[in-house]
Each structure stands twice: as C-alpha cells, then as structure tokens.
C-alpha cells in the first residue's frame, strides 16, 4: 500500500510520518492505510509549523502554507532517532552521495528537492545499496530506488522535481 501525503504543502511532514514509522515499529502498525496517515501527518504539519515542536521546545515558527522549513525537519529526526541531524545544502551536485551514505532504516535522511531555482518538495532517503537510494516520494506514496548517477546529475524526477538542494543528515 502505497501513503501519499494528504494536500500539497505537507511533503515534509508526510516523510517524517513515515520516518517515524521506520524508527517506531509500534506506531507502524497504528499508521496502516491512508485516513489514519493523512490525520498523522496533517496534526504533525501544523506542530512543525508552530512555535513549539513535537516534544514543546521552543522553535521559529514558519508559514504553513509554504511547507516545512528544514530546521524542523532536522530537530523531528532528532528527536525520533537520538542523533543529532545538521541541514547541508548541496553546492556540488557530485558530492551529494556522501551525505546519503548515511541513511538507514532506523536513521533516515531527509532530502529537500526541487529545480534550479527554489526547493519545493521533500523526500525521504532510508538506505542505500549497489542499486541506488531507496526514496519515500510522498506526492506518489512510491518508494523507488533512485540510482548514485541520477542523484549526481540532478535528474531526480520525484514528483516532477530533478534537483536536491538540502541534505538533512545525521551529523
């Protein structure tokens, strides 16, 4: 089954529900079809969004009507996995790879893609092989393998978006 992210804006919210089903296999199986993800992840784009995060620190909130800023991104990757997460822009398209390579099941990267000019949607990475980066594309609910080559090149074609810009990484 496939869990596709409930409107347009809540791509990064969608990715960390799912993160959090990775990491959290208890709260995997109360996530199982598309109404309980939706709720999931439209409750979590609002606390991202907000001026406290999931576990009430303090944070800067952010427009919701434009996404998830990254910073929220990499605090809810903490927060779920233990480990410090840091948001690394991708100057080098070549060089992108190597903060991919940390991606695991239970330590996800978030990937914030988009075309030339802007980032516009985010993904989420859970490993990597010989294949290429196993990638939740929460616009589908489709979870590909997307090769180093098409990564490199900026050839993406997530959701219509080719280039990554941000890597939120563990550190």
Not at 16 to 28: E, F, I, K, S, T
Not at 89 to 94: C, E, G, K, N
Not at 129 to 148: H, I, N
Request: charged residues 25%; aromatic residues 8%; positive net charge.
């Amino acid at each position: 089954m496939s869990l596709r992210q409930p409107d347009r804006r809540s791509c990064g919210a969608a990715s960390l529900v799912m993160a959090r089903r990775l990491v959290r296999p208890r709260y995997a199986g109360l996530v199982t079809d598309q109404t309980v993800f939706a709720h999931e992840v439209s409750t979590l784009h609002r606390r991202l969004t907000s001026l406290s995060d999931t576990a009430g620190g303090w944070q800067v909130p952010w427009l919701r009507a434009i996404g998830t800023p990254p910073w929220a991104v990499a605090r809810e990757l903490r927060l779920l996995t233990g480990v410090s997460y840091a948001v690394r822009p991708v100057r080098l398209r070549r060089r992108v790879w190597r903060h991919l390579a940390a991606a695991v099941p239970d330590r996800p990267v978030a990937v914030f893609v988009g075309d030339r000019w802007l980032p516009r949607h985010v993904v989420l990475v859970t490993g990597l092989d010989d294949a290429g980066a196993t990638t939740y594309e929460p616009a589908s609910g489709l979870t590909p393998t997307v090769s180093r080559e098409r990564w490199e090149r900026g050839d993406l074609g997530l959701a219509g978006w080719d280039r990554p810009w941000l890597v939120v990484s563990p550190r």
